[in-house]
């Protein structure tokens, strides 16, 4: 059984204010769990229930963290989850270290991602296409929210975020001695169908309803954009991510 | 004010069960409801805030449809948003007509999409990218669904939607004298970047778990891949719709 104060912090991690204070976050459901188990992260509390402990004994066994066993309802309880799942997990944050794009690397960039959802989304495409750097800003939502965490679909343990002020990170960036390439998807650029991406460079997605904001818009060298075929007047930014690297990737 | 019927009335068409009875569905949402009027819809009735007819009124009047004011409060509570918005229409279904590819067309065909968001953003991705025809299996979830109309943002305007048991279609359209292409996501596929499309066809996705289902695999005669560069185990289906019509139209 969960103690009631155990449920209290749990619950505590919902919020930031919490996650920053105890610099710890939820894993929920139990294949984040797995996911996390063979993962490069400092891991403080796993809950699981009986069947799902009988199931991974091995994989739960010899690890440095505190392991309690709860009921399915106990864990629905104290998660985010609608649905009864069979684990979560408290594990430490990663410190907010500096990320840049090496040589004959890509990073993404995102200004202002605002929805959990789709940051977690961005988050498993970029894992998809290789990216394993995401550079966030400051008004971007926080990639520890549980929420950002599941849509992520473990997809959080092989990428990296970095929040950074994107003007002074782009004024540092932009003269590295490798060369940098600066693209940005704005509704009128040039058609992605006829981009050729460079060795090494930067994707910047912007927010949901005003795109890039006009600060980080004077940074980007490539403007560039997905086209349309019909009468839809926007893609979802998870998509347009999805199809941007899509073209990348495709060279 | 709206009355306690019509209250109830609109509440009944959140269930499949009442809107096959009334042949109707709900379009909610201010600029879901604004694509509405244009479109070519029989609209039974429109519902809207004081301040949303004050700035439509034009577009309002002279229409056949009966036109009520509520507050934002009792739209809210009518429909299914959970945020207040200015509008909701109840909206008469369309004939659930045979549809196929003409000569140089393509058609979408859904083969069990369960998730009501997922379908709605599909329906919005074909929309971009010029399909006008989506054929779903029999279970896939229902179109007319307010949060597939919802997620289609408008879309479902223009793209038109056709209830079919799959084997007894794909039977009677692989065989249409103009020729036919049937291609299908699959894991282990024909790597899509490498992958022309031919000048009709159709593009089949499968359900989120399960992808394509073996009796419908058959009549697929080329098999298709998003490569994948990183360790994600897979793409939402609406990311991989998009990805794959990018590419057909990319050619």
Redesign the interface.
Known sequence: MLSKNLTKYLHSLQLKKFRLEHNAFLVEGAKSVLELLTADFQTELVVVTEQFYKENTQKLEKQPFRLEIATADELARAGTLQTNDAALAVVKTKDNDFLYAEKGEYVLILDDIRDPGNLG?II?????????KIVCSQTTTDWYNPKVIAAS???FT?VRGYYAELTAYLEKVRNMEHGTQIYGTFLEGKNI?QTTFGDTGYIVMGNESNGIGPTVEQFVIHKIT???????????V??AA??VL??W??G
Do not use: M, Q
Not at 124 to 132: H, L, S, V
């Open positions: 989304t498993r495409i970029a894992d998809w296409y290789g990216i394993t679909k473990g997809s092989r169908h997905i086209p349309r075929f019909g009468g839809a007047e926007s893609l979802n998870g998509i999805a199809v899509d073209n990737r495709r």
